[in-house]
């Protein structure tokens, strides 16, 4: 399983855009890259995937270059209630999301 | 839809006491797991099972078994709770790499 690397945490302010950037260099061929995120109290929650280039959803972009060896999850115009841990996952569709680790995610806290 | 459903939401034990943490999906997944999450720390998986009858252990078994007896349900057993069990349970389901969790159970050891 490819191992990810991911800021501990962010600070943003409400209405800015935030990219949190996600590492990882082993990534094989069948990997695909999800974005997972959690609230207090509450289990995760899938937020985005993809395989390469750029995936769009309502809730955020996810930026994949061309060795795949990072990507970078954005969300725009952030508000208090995006205040959570996001986690990026790394992992084949065979391999599922309870396969994948969850490291220790990168905590955002945005501020008014 | 209930999507996934854990029982109960809290519990506290006392050492040396068993108990089972239930599980069950509405969403016809093959996939369970069976996650605990310390204070401020990330996810780790105990068990899984990709379908009925068919469990495997996770990164952190010891202490714990499961059974799958049907596709809806994945129960966690602890036999001799003990403090260092004291944690949040998340259970899941899922299909490809979308993963869906429960709300989790907060048991503490005492």
């Known amino acids: 399983l490819a191992k990810t690397t991911q800021p501990i945490s962010m600070d943003s302010y409400e209405g800015q855009e935030v990219n949190i950037t996600c590492s990882h260099n082993?990534?094989?061929?069948?990997?695909?890259i999800t974005w997972y995120q959690q609230f207090p109290s509450q289990g995760p929650r899938f937020i985005i995937q993809g395989y390469k280039t750029k995936v769009t959803n309502e809730v955020a972009s996810l930026f994949i270059p061309a060795d795949r060896k990072s990507s970078t999850l954005s969300l725009p115009r952030v508000s208090l209630s995006d205040t959570a841990v996001y986690y990026c996952l790394v992992g084949d569709e065979d391999t599922n999301a309870g396969k994948s680790t969850f490291g220790d995610g990168t905590t955002l806290t945005v501020k008014p | 839809n209930a999507g996934v459903t854990q029982t109960p939401k809290f519990r506290i034990l006392k050492i040396g006491q068993s108990m089972t943490l239930q599980c069950t999906q509405d969403?016809?997944?093959?996939?369970m797991y069976w996650y605990r999450q310390d204070p401020g720390m990330g996810l780790k998986l105990i068990y899984y099972s990709v379908g009925a009858g068919i469990t495997d252990k996770g990164e952190v078994p010891n202490g714990y078994n499961v059974s799958r007896s049907t596709t809806e349900d994945f129960p966690l057993r602890l036999e001799l709770a003990a403090p260092s069990q004291t944690s949040v349970y998340f259970c899941?389901?899922?299909?490809?790499?979308?993963?869906?969790f429960g709300q989790g159970t907060r048991l503490t050891v005492v």
């Open positions: 082993n990534i094989a061929t069948n990997d695909y």
């Open positions: 969403m016809n997944h093959n996939y």
């Open positions: 899941a389901s899922s299909r490809k790499q979308e993963a869906f």
